[in-house]
């Protein structure tokens, strides 16, 4: 390291002491923790909030719109709300297939519901 990045990275520090100049050195490190800590858990919210409104905004659309809706979004994130779906998509998809699945999994709920109720309306049918 050379003097003038060392002089740049005293000047950045000078700038913290300075506003925290009537405290002690512990309680200017606390400080700087708990501000971390916040930061770091906002951002983990954000992203679940995030994908909860994508969801619920599919829920609204049929699947050709879902999927042009999709594409804007990353693998990685793809692979977070059908996490958040309840569906077991694989990494090792395309995106393409991602989207494909996703899409369709919300384009579908009411036969899917009609789906798993048909059992229990047959029971019921025989009883009668």
Same mark, same amino acid.
């Given at each position: /390291?050379?003097?003038?990045? $060392?002089?740049? /990275? $005293?000047?950045?520090?000078?700038?913290?002491? +300075?506003?925290?100049?009537?405290?002690?050195?512990?309680?200017?490190? %606390? %400080?700087? =923790?708990?501000?971390?800590?916040?930061? #770091?858990?906002?951002? *983990? #919210?954000?992203?679940?909030? %995030?994908?909860?409104?994508? &969801?619920?905004?599919?829920?609204?659309?049929?699947? !050709?719109?879902?999927?042009?809706? $999709?594409? =804007?979004?990353? +693998? !990685?994130?793809?692979? @977070? &709300?059908?996490?958040?779906?309840?569906?077991? $998509?694989?990494?090792?998809?395309?995106?393409?297939?991602? &989207? !494909?699945?996703?899409?369709?999994?919300?384009?579908?709920? !009411?036969?899917?519901? *009609? /789906?798993?109720?048909?059992? =229990?309306?047959? @029971? /019921?049918?025989? *009883? &009668?």
């Amino acid at each position: /390291m050379n003097v003038n990045t $060392l002089t740049h /990275m $005293l000047e950045k520090t000078l700038v913290l002491l +300075k506003h925290y100049e009537h405290c002690t050195v512990e309680e200017m490190l %606390d %400080d700087l =923790s708990a501000k971390l800590q916040n930061q #770091t858990r906002k951002k *983990q #919210t954000t992203n679940v909030t %995030d994908y909860a409104n994508v &969801i619920k905004q599919m829920k609204n659309m049929n699947k !050709e719109e879902a999927t042009t809706f $999709l594409m =804007s979004f990353k +693998k !990685e994130q793809l692979l @977070q &709300i059908g996490l958040q779906m309840n569906m077991k $998509l694989q990494k090792r998809d395309t995106k393409q297939i991602l &989207i !494909e699945s996703i899409a369709s999994h919300c384009s579908f709920p !009411e036969l899917y519901a *009609q /789906m798993a109720n048909r059992k =229990s309306k047959k @029971q /019921m049918s025989e *009883q &009668i």
